[in-house]
């Protein structure tokens, strides 16, 4: 440990890991509930992706009793990383040289919310995970940690969906991304952050896409002869102008607020699953929907409603 030590910094003197820093580790993942397991297949695709996980140095300075936490070269074993980890909720950055200041020095990681001299701070963010069997801490950059809890995330929707016997094929949308995605009744299903959390909450989530799907389209359908209504009046008007008679104002009237009805309606349901872009529908209906929001939206113009 010494002799790797003074590789990094020769002024300073260092000592055997003290109780201090471990009960500091300890505690601090305690605090948190975020989980990692590593698989054997996940290994397979942090080589294929060359994303990289470090073993965690870590020790005191004797002078100033400050613990200090290193990143390591040294080679991992795949052994070594299979198994579940606990994450330390702090967010750490790199130091790519010694500070002058002494605040910290080479290859250390720095708490990123503490205020520290950024001379020699890289800006790439690390987080540390705790194995939860041997106690060994790893580091992992942010953008790698993203890449692998995506994946992970897949893996466990894939299990998940086809125990409901869903077909999953894959897709490469973009350069070094793999996307996963199923076909349900209704719709094509990507298997996302946004679904993952769904499934959390709901596993009867997909079944329920499907039934929202199907009221939805429900409803648009029921929006044609309201459409066609909606338009004849707008066709009368654009050729009698002021000329029309009061029973074909108030009927258009009627007729607007009974398409307003049911457009409410559909948005109503249609707040169930605002902003999910995860999904695409087989049958969008956006003709149909279109053309019906336009005669109900010029008509509440030309009638001031």
């Not at 975020?34 to 002078?63: P, R």
């Not at 349901?269 to 010029?298: H, I, K, V, W």
Request: charged share 25%; with cysteine.
């Amino acid at each position: 440990m010494k002799k790797h030590y003074q590789k990094y910094c020769m002024h300073f003197a260092y000592a055997i890991i003290s109780i201090s820093t471990f009960l500091f580790t300890t505690r601090t993942v305690g605090q948190e509930n975020h989980s990692l397991s590593i698989s054997e297949s996940t290994l397979v695709y942090f080589k294929n992706k060359d994303l990289k996980w470090n073993a965690i140095l870590h020790d005191t300075i004797i002078g100033t009793k400050r613990p200090v936490l290193f990143l390591s070269n040294e080679g991992i074993s795949d052994n070594e990383l299979v198994g579940s980890y606990s994450k330390i909720p702090t967010q750490y950055l790199h130091a790519r040289r010694n500070d002058p200041q002494g605040n910290y020095i080479e290859n250390e990681l720095v708490d990123k919310s503490k205020e520290f001299n950024n001379y020699g701070l890289s800006e790439i963010v690390y987080f540390i995970y705790k194995n939860d069997s041997t106690g060994k801490l790893y580091g992992i950059r942010e953008e790698n940690l993203k890449s692998l809890t995506d994946y992970i995330q897949a893996q466990e929707m894939i299990k998940i969906v086809q125990k409901l016997g869903y077909k999953v094929y894959e897709t490469n949308e973009a350069y070094y991304e793999n996307y996963y995605y199923i076909k349900s009744k209704t719709c094509e299903i990507k298997l996302d952050n946004w679904t993952y959390n769904e499934l959390k909450k709901n596993p009867s989530y997909i079944s329920s896409l499907d039934n929202y799907q199907i009221k939805l389209k429900s409803l648009i359908q029921q929006t044609i002869p309201h459409s066609k209504i909606l338009d004849k009046h707008l066709s009368l008007y654009r050729i009698q102008r002021n000329k029309m008679s009061s029973a074909n104002i108030n009927a258009w009237k009627n007729a607007t607020v009974q398409a307003q009805k049911i457009n409410d309606q559909i948005s109503k349901l249609g707040e169930q699953y605002a902003g999910n872009y995860s999904f695409t529908p087989f049958d969008q209906m956006t003709g149909l929907r279109r053309q019906f929001t336009d005669n109900l939206g010029a008509s509440k113009v030309v009638l001031g409603m």
